[in-house]
C-alpha cells in the first residue's frame, strides 16, 4: 500500500483562535492586529468579505469597523501557541508521524 499523507493548515488561525471561546462573535468580522496594534495581521472570514486586506493600518478601516462592528483583538501569542499544541497532539494522536510546518499547519 503506498504511504497517504495529509496537508493541513487550520483557516484563519489567529482570528479563529479568537472566536472559538466567544460564541457571541459567530458571524460577526473579527480582525486581529500585529504586535503593536497597528496592522491587520488575520482576518475571520467575515472580514475578508468586507474587503479588509492583510496588513492594512488600524487607522485606515476605522469607518468600517464602526459601520460594520468589525471586533478588533491585540495579538495574543500565549493563545495561539496553546491551541496549535492542542491542534499538533490531536494530529499526533492521528497519525503515525507529524511534521509541524508553522503555528497552523502540519
Known sequence: MSPVFALVDCNNFYASCEKLFRPDLVDTPVVVLSNNDGCVVARSKEA????????????????????????????????????SDRVMRTLEEMAPRVEIYSIDEA
Request: aromatic share 14%; glycine share 8%.
Open 48 to 83: 475578508k468579505a468586507l474587503g479588509i486586506k492583510m496588513g492594512v493600518p488600524v487607522f485606515k478601516i476605522q469607518a468600517q469597523i464602526k459601520q460594520y462592528g468589525i471586533q478588533v483583538f491585540s495579538s495574543n501569542y500565549s493563545l495561539y501557541a496553546d491551541m
